[in-house]
């Protein structure tokens, strides 16, 4: 089995940081992609930030500049800094990771971890 589980999230202030970790463990496979994905109350999830295992990077407009996806490989994991956290930015956020096993691609999802930006 795979787990994909997220951490780092928290309550802080707008201006403030975090950083989310997202750690893919549990058998043997690559990794094809990994991103970051967000839902607010009462909207659709959204991607924040992807990363290709080539290293290409994609980000939503709202976060460019603010945000920065990288990758440990050698711990199968993946984190999203978040730095001038706004009101806005606040959602659940989740890992997506789209993993090679055996030849074939598998999407595996996070639980999720909870971002709240407030004063």
């Known amino acids: 089995q795979v787990q994909v589980v997220e951490s780092g999230g928290g309550l802080v202030q707008p201006g403030g940081s975090l950083r989310l970790s997202c750690a893919a463990s549990?058998?043997?496979?690559?990794?094809?992609?990994m991103g970051w994905y967000r839902q607010a109350p009462g909207k659709q999830r959204e991607l924040v930030a992807a990363?290709?295992?080539?290293?290409?990077?994609n980000y939503a407009d709202s976060v460019k500049g603010r945000f920065a996806i990288s990758r440990d490989n050698a711990r199968n994991t993946v984190y999203l800094q978040m730095n001038s956290l706004k009101p806005e930015d606040t959602a659940v956020y989740y890992c997506n990771a789209a993993l090679i096993i055996d030849r074939y691609e598998y999407h595996y999802w996070g639980q999720g971890t909870q971002v709240t930006v407030s004063s």
């Open positions: 990363l290709t295992s080539g290293g290409n990077t």
């Open positions: 549990g058998r043997v496979f690559t990794i094809n992609s």
